[in-house]
């Protein structure tokens, strides 16, 4: 099975995502090779004209061909851009071509804020996407018939998928290559890559996990990093300031000014993420997943998930557990 992949790029794109998809799909075509595989991904850089396309860090790329609604590809990739609205503004043909050709792609992929292509397409009406953090807002204001969840690193509704900011395109990538040719060869990439197949810590773009690595407090980071390894375990303000070395009331101000959060807050994000997770990845009972997300009980992890998601855990895992995945492809 050969796929052919057009990577669309214009000008003042984002290099990092292009390059990071292009290596994705070439690795993957290397080790199918090794392993004696059949199928290969075709890949071609993409453009409204062949030549040199000048990205947002003044290195172009060639694009080796032209975008045509005469030459479909089985995958679109369209990255995004640091002036995602003037880009949207400047290239309307790639708007345009997304409108004429997107029901006829078995693949449609926006990287970062690639998405604003899609959604001012029509692509992404009443689909649920994601993009990068610090356009969000602006996304949701702009296209507000877009599903946007912003916590995650990619998602895939059908045949459309979005991915994060930067270095997420290359998690959405490897997920396509697992779907396409297996989770060994993905494996093989994310290897070469020296990246995690599957990223630690959930989809959330800014999750806990990674909110430790910006907190400059060595102790304060310390102790986030010993909460998340024991989210099972009672975890009372008290012993966490006496881990810290400090006063219930010392504790409780440096871990807000560290964190912009309170020490109770940052553990219920932890014990949601971590319930989240488990209830995408896997079919372990609810109550187990209270058990070792820290809830204890269902009813405390149900109460939980309905004040800050809006749903209880059994709803989010008929929507975005890897039943509804599967059935979201068919």
């Known amino acids: 099975m050969n796929i052919t992949v057009d990577v669309i790029i214009y000008p003042g794109f984002k290099a990092l995502e292009a390059v990071g998809a292009l290596s994705v ?3 993957a075509n290397a080790h199918l090779r090794k392993r004696e595989r059949s199928g290969a991904y075709d890949v071609k850089l993409t453009s409204m004209a062949i030549g040199p396309v000048m990205s947002e860090t003044e290195i172009p790329l060639y694009a080796e061909k ?9 995958t679109a990739v369209i990255v995004g851009a640091w002036d995602i609205e003037g880009a949207v503004n400047n290239v309307p043909d790639i708007v345009e071509w997304f ?3 997107a029901s006829q792609l078995q693949r449609t992929i926006a990287l970062c804020s690639g998405a604003f292509f899609l959604a001012q397409a029509g692509v992404l009406n009443g689909k649920r996407a994601t993009t990068h953090w610090a356009v969000a807002d602006m996304l ?3 296209y507000p018939t877009v599903e946007l969840d912003s916590d995650c690193i990619f998602i895939q509704q059908g045949k459309v998928w979005t991915s994060a900011g930067v270095t997420a395109g290359l998690d959405l990538a490897l997920a396509v290559v697992e779907q396409d040719f297996g989770a060994d060869i993905a494996l093989d990439v994310a290897r070469d890559l020296v ?3 599957r990223r630690q810590g ?3 773009q800014f999750s806990a996990h990674l909110d430790c690595n910006a907190t400059q407090n060595v102790s ?3 102790l986030q990093n010993w909460m998340l390894e024991h989210l099972d375990q009672d975890l009372a303000t008290p012993d966490m300031a006496s881990r810290a070395a400090m006063s219930v009331r010392s504790f409780n ?3 807000r000014k560290e964190t912009g959060t309170t020490p109770t807050a940052f553990l219920m994000r932890a014990r949601i993420e971590a319930a989240r997770r488990m209830l995408e990845e896997g079919n372990l009972p609810a109550k187990t997943i209270a058990a070792d997300s820290g809830f204890k009980t269902y009813d405390a992890m149900r109460k939980a998930f309905q004040t800050t998601l809006g749903i209880t855990p059994l709803v989010y895992r008929e929507r975005f557990g890897a039943a509804a995945e599967s059935s979201a492809e068919t």
């Open 253 to 255: 101000r440096c871990f």
């Open 140 to 142: 949701q204001a702009s």
């Open 202 to 204: 959930g989809q959330s």
């Open 66 to 74: 032209k975008l045509s609604s005469l030459n479909i590809p089985h």
């Open 220 to 222: 304060v980071r310390d």
């Open 99 to 101: 409108k004429a050709c």
């Open 195 to 197: 990246v995690f197949l």
């Open 25 to 27: 799909f070439k690795y």
